[in-house]
Structures are given as structure tokens and as C-alpha cells.
């Protein structure tokens, strides 16, 4: 399911930094790493701009792309 740009509610959910509906995402296997019609990410979005926010660590976590250390330091 996606929106006229190509989000999907991952993309959503980490535009507005929402990790808890991430997780609830995860747990009924959305899909996380799908490209946007821009090419980006929903991790890419989590963090454009500014430091990772608590729904860029969220995906980070669910998906074991870093240690707990480096992406509580982001």
C-alpha cells in the first residue's frame, strides 16, 4: 500500500518519528526498507536534517544494522 508519492507507512510513521506504530509495523511484517518514488527510505526520512530520531533507531534496532551504543550516539 502506498500513497501518490509512493510512501508507504513505514515512510510515514518515521516522517513523524512514530517508533511505537514502526514496531507495531514490524510485528505484522509491513514492509520497512521500501523506496519511496523519490528513492528514499523510511530510514532516510527518519533522519533527514537532523540527529536519528527515536523512530530512526527503531528500524535500526528491528533490522540489527548497528549495535545499541552507536545508534543511541546518532
Known amino acids: 500500500m502506498t500513497d ?39 530510514l532516510q526520512l527518519a533522519r533527514h536534517g537532523r540527529r536519528a530520531s ?3 533507531r527503531t528500524i535500526l534496532f528491528m533490522e540489527g544494522a548497528v549495535d545499541g551504543n552507536l545508534a543511541a550516539a546518532m
Open 4 to 42: 501518490e508519492r509512493g510512501a508507504t507507512p513505514a515512510h510515514i510513521l518515521a516522517a513523524h518519528d512514530c517508533a511505537e506504530g514502526l514496531r507495531l509495523l514490524r510485528g505484522a511484517k509491513g514492509a520497512l526498507w521500501a523506496s519511496d518514488a523519490h528513492g528514499y527510505t523510511p
Open 54 to 56: 527515536p523512530a530512526a
